[in-house]
């Protein structure tokens, strides 16, 4: 018995909707390629399926895709005889998006991204984009296994309100797009084929088409439909691109395939394609993007390539393959010595997951290596891309932590931009230097203008500049690099006699003549530093504050305390630049009833200089009005 009834879409997906008709009308063939992806998705299903239920294969004939198009009632059908759905799957699947990350899809597009078609097949909503071309959708599908009469009928005009229905189906999904005026032109034949060349021509089962009717000779009747069965084309390729050899394979085979693949409209920047053979044997094919994946960041999303093993599609996202420093990496990895019924788990602790792993990790290392010799403007492009990801391999992978050591790029006091490696650094140390010297600040701007530079620069050393968050992790992580140790510039232990004299005359300075300025300055802050004492590093600022041997760095308390960390006891030691002439005015007038206020504010000066943040910012404005009015 015909179960049927009208029910409403889900407020977010009825949003969607909308978005999907009004916006999105940049390249609007991508409909197209995401219902022939989503078909190739329910073919993989079924066929990893029936590995372990043969049933769930009977009557279905060849796995493969029809799309067929009718130019008078501008239609477009889209059928698999794939797992298909049961009536509990299309509502979840298609009256309601039950997906976390919808609200940040919808909230991306109406920031003005609309015209990033990437996007739609990132969030799962690739049957939505049905709409762009269509003003009324339906759908019929039966799940692999269930009766005939189980199918189910949906349909929509994309607006509040969808149908459904119980009917008689074949095993999978069938997809009619009725097109709306403006979109006739997908109601050519030609049309679809070129579309499907472009975006789907690497889709592993075959994409079929009504072949051409042969023209009838002179004299014959027309051959009509009821007089033969219907004659298929195979549209694409249907061949696992992987699977062929390299030299066999057009750079615009690779473009195509990977835009496929990761639904970027972009050719990628970089790509590696190798067989390994041995104790375990798999083919990697795997791209570096030209755009920053939108997930990038999305830390509860699954990030990785997809597997295979022996062609036979398992995963999307085995993030067990690679190192989550590598996650933009796109493409597939198809595997001879795994199990067809391989999970997660099972991935987890594999060895031969771990010896892929450990393998596609040095392969694309490699890539990166080989980009960063011979083509440096694109390494530049590269690193402004996935350079904070790729430091996190610092942190995470020992094996390899000196190869990508070698990968980083930095801004430093004598480039501006990201483009000096570890090795142009050291390269270019003073004779006299013994360490690869460092600054970390908020951004890269703070860093430069941190006073902890003053008498490095004074010397002509060069400082990298580090303003990523990462980057006080990275260098806790990276004790040395060619057996030079990195030193931080706020380092208390700053030695730089070693460096030589500065380049600028600086008076002498007597050191007992300000014994006790320092020991009152002391005394007012007993509470707040470790100690105060006369710097031989600052030229121009009046005061900074450097961490002790084991202490912590002013950046890297802030970062723990913006994470809600725990910091321990952090005092740190305050420096006076005694040629400087507000510590001149200091020695020469402070008297007891203005010292406090006067290490009070050298504090806070030298806490703001280097990014910090005041705990009472009210008391810090009385306390300079008092000095400035000498009250």
Known sequence: MSHAETLSFATETSQLLK?????????????????VSNASDALDKLRFEGYSDAALMDGGGELGIEIECDPQAHTVTVRDNGIGMSREEVIANIGTIAHSGTAEFLKTLQAGQTQDARLIGQFGVGFYSAFIVADRVTLTTRRAGRQDEEGVRWQSAGEGEYSIE??????GTQIVLHLRDDAHEFADAWRLKSIIRTYSDHITFPVRMPAAKPAAEEGEPEVTDADTAPAWDTVNQATALWARPRTEITQDEYDAFYKQ??????????QLHSRVEGSHEYTALLFVPAAEPFDLWDRDRRHGVRLYVKRVFIMDDAAHLLPTYLRFVRGVIDADDLPLNVSREILQGSKVVDSIRAGCTRRVLGLLEDMARDDAEQYARFWGLFGRVLKEGVVEDHTNRDRIAGLLRFATTAESTPTVSLADYVARMKDSQ??????TADSVAAAAASPHLEALRARGVEVLLLGDRIDEWLVGSLPAFDGKPLQSAAQADLNLDELGPAETDLPPVADADWQPTLSALQTALKDTVESVRLSDRLTESPVCLVAGKEGLSGNLERLLKSAGQAVPDNKRVLEINPRHPLLARVKAGADAEHIDDWARLLYEQALLAEGGQLEAPAQFVQRLN???LGT
Not at 19 to 35: D, G, K, P, T, V
Not at 261 to 270: E, F, G, R
């Open 166 to 171: 119980t009917v008689a189906a074949p095993r």
């Open 19 to 35: 978005l999907m008709i009004h916006s999105l009308y940049s390249n609007r063939e991508i409909f197209l390629r995401e219902l």
């Open 434 to 439: 013994k360490a690869i010297y460092y600054i």
């Open 261 to 270: 693949l990761s639904y970027d409209m972009q050719a990628p920047l970089a």
């Open 626 to 628: 008092r000095l400035l």
